[in-house]
């Protein structure tokens, strides 16, 4: 199996800074999105949809690890969490992750959220 995921120690970019029962932290250096990384479960799922309640409660645990990490170490202002389903949603890697970005004021963007992006005219659908 090729998901990289489910064997995070084969890629020497990733890091699992963080862990628990069902899921971890990893994080790859970034150059745009300072001290983003992503929470996986450990055990391969598709989508967010598949995950169990013990999973589900596993992520919010590790989240609120993974946050104070964050704000201890980067002291952001803000945050953009997010789970990409589907192809259409987003979604370019198919075991279940959820984003975890730090934001800043000083960012060119701060302000703009996830929807910024789908709330474009460009997005919207022609429905005939």
């Not at 999105?33 to 992503?38: Q, T």
């Not at 598949?50 to 704000?71: G, I, M, N, R, Y």
């Amino acid at each position: 199996m090729s998901c990289p995921f489910c064997f995070p120690e084969k890629d020497p970019e990733q890091s699992v800074v963080l862990s628990n029962e069902h899921c971890f932290f990893v994080q790859k250096p970034q150059e745009v999105l300072l001290g983003s990384g992503l929470i996986v479960p450990k055990i391969h799922r598709e989508t967010a949809f598949d995950l169990t309640p013990e999973e589900w409660q596993a992520t919010f645990d590790l989240l609120q690890q993974v946050k104070e990490l964050l704000d201890k170490e980067y002291a952001p202002q803000g945050y953009n969490l997010g789970w990409n389903c589907g192809h259409v949603g987003g979604q370019e890697i198919f075991h279940a992750h959820l984003h975890v970005i730090p934001r800043f004021e000083d960012e060119p963007l701060a302000g703009k959220g996830i929807r910024y992006w789908l709330k474009q005219p460009l997005n919207q659908r022609s429905l005939r």
